[in-house]
């Protein structure tokens, strides 16, 4: 039987889903699609704040948005939805300042849920989170481009920074260095989760399909891919699924009436006991009331007729089971 992985864009859990959060539910915030994540054996997500109750906004460059949980709701919570991985390596890690991500470091390890792509250094940054799903050993590492002044380095906190430059020598030394710490660990599946690119951007550049590309030639089975805020197309690379853009899962924002960065997918991969990805599946979601549901009927039309679109100039061609798109990874 094959081991179903789910993977998220972001989760926002700051600000007005805080304030709410505070007075309702622990697990409110997964909506009515609680049932669905606990029917997954794995889930990897993109923690798009900081757990803490500590810290002051970063006013060392200027910042827009600042973005932070309280810790006594929000661990519970993604325990609850059977978090495994957080990507961290994201513009948002330093909002409050370095003791609010290391509140966030000790937060996640005291509840056993494997963070990668940030750290108190690079070196830390650069470690691969490696879980059990299902029998499987799973490895993922993270890396980001934004945000350059949120980087790490040998002695100060922050986030595995990279240039999406697959020709820049120092990028290629970097990711294969990450990666060759995760092949360390033998995994069966080798994940790369990268919060890359602006925000409200449909398309991947060019420069991200070659990136997405050499990475699976490099040895990674997934590219998790978000920052967006909307999801992008998919493209299938040797077999291997590149997820240009998963959208937003979990957020309070403001939402575009055409682009609905409110909504979006959760993306479950099934691996097969040869330890081969054979199927991606799409289940439409959408965002209301700073928490994620199922989507409508018309939202999820939507969300189809998009992705279909989206992906189209890749090649992929998706089948369909009952509200989710389903695409074949095997021959």
């Not at 939805?81 to 991500?101: I, P, S, T």
Request: overall charge negative; hydrophobic content about 40%.
């Amino acid at each position: 039987m094959a081991s179903r992985i789910g993977f998220t864009g972001d989760v926002m859990l700051g600000r007005v889903v805080d304030g709410r959060q505070r007075r309702r539910p622990v697990d409110a915030v997964w909506g009515n699609l609680l049932e669905r994540l606990h029917g997954l054996d794995g889930l990897v997500i993109n923690l798009e704040c900081v757990l803490s109750k500590r810290g002051t906004k970063w006013r060392r460059t200027h910042r827009p948005f600042h973005f932070r949980a309280d810790p006594d709701w929000a661990v519970p919570a993604l325990e609850r939805a059977g978090v495994d991985v957080c990507a961290l390596a994201n513009n948002h890690v330093l909002d409050y300042e370095e003791v609010a991500l290391l509140d966030t470091l000790k937060h996640l390890d005291g509840a056993g849920i494997g963070r990668v792509g940030a750290g108190e250094t690079l070196e830390e940054a650069l470690e691969p989170a490696v879980v059990p799903i299902d029998g499987l050993t799973v490895a993922v590492v993270g890396l980001t481009d934004n945000t350059p002044e949120y980087a790490a380095d040998d002695a100060s906190p922050g986030t595995a920074w990279i240039e999406i430059d697959r020709e820049s020598p120092e990028t290629r030394r970097r990711v294969r260095e990450a990666l060759e710490r995760a092949r360390g660990a033998d995994p069966d599946l080798l994940v790369a989760s990268l919060h890359w690119g602006p925000n409200m951007v449909e398309e991947p550049p060019a420069s991200f399909r070659e990136f997405g590309r050499w990475l699976v030639e490099e040895g990674v089975d997934v590219v998790h891919g978000h920052s967006a805020h909307v999801f992008q197309g998919i493209e299938v690379h040797e077999g291997r699924p590149i997820l240009y853009d998963a959208g937003d899962f979990v957020d309070d924002y403001a939402v575009d009436s055409r682009l609905r960065n409110d909504r979006s997918f959760l993306f479950v991969l099934a691996v097969s006991e040869g330890e081969t990805p054979t199927e991606l599946r799409l289940y439409p979601t959408e965002i209301r009331d700073c928490a994620v549901h199922e989507a409508s009927p018309d939202a999820a039309q939507w969300s189809r007729d998009r992705m279909r679109e989206l992906s189209a100039p890749f090649g992929t061609a998706f089948e369909r089971d009952g509200s989710a798109l389903v695409l074949p990874l095997e021959d």
